[in-house]
């Protein structure tokens, strides 16, 4: 059973960076891609970020390209989103998925099969 858990959430000031974590395990991940989504009070989930964990294309939203770097550590079988030049509008719930199908809507999160359980980043200015 695949399982996603997200960690490394917190309060940080706006300039600030995070870095969440999500350890994935139940399987091999391979040919999977790994999405970072996120949910702000009120507003419908977002993608951020998406990499394919075979070959490490990384796919990234217009709000936060330049500030956000998704990565895979394929030893500890963990999918990291270093955020840095936090923003208040950063924050949000974000959760971590995985597609099995790896298809080119990567940031449509109903191709995504797997979910976390979400971790909270609050930015205060």
């Known amino acids: 059973q695949v399982q996603l858990v997200e960690s490394g959430g917190g309060l940080v000031q706006a300039g600030g960076s995070l870095r969440l974590s999500c350890a994935a395990s139940?399987?091999?991940?391979?040919?999977?891609?790994m999405g970072w989504f996120r949910q702000a009070p009120g507003k419908e989930r977002e993608f951020v970020a998406a990499?394919?964990?075979?070959?490490?294309?990384?796919y990234y939203a217009d709000s936060v390209k330049g500030r956000f770097t998704i990565s895979t550590d394929n030893a500890k079988n963990t999918v990291y989103l270093q955020m840095s030049s936090l923003k208040p509008e950063d924050t949000a719930v974000y959760y971590c998925?995985?597609?099995?199908?790896?298809?080119?809507?990567?940031?449509?999160?109903?191709?995504?099969?797997?979910w976390g359980q979400g971790t909270q980043v609050t930015v205060s200015s």
């Open positions: 990499i394919r964990w075979s070959g490490g294309s990384t």
């Open positions: 998925a995985a597609d099995r199908n790896s298809g080119r809507y990567y940031y449509s999160q109903n191709k995504y099969d797997y």
């Open positions: 139940g399987r091999t991940f391979t040919g999977y891609t």
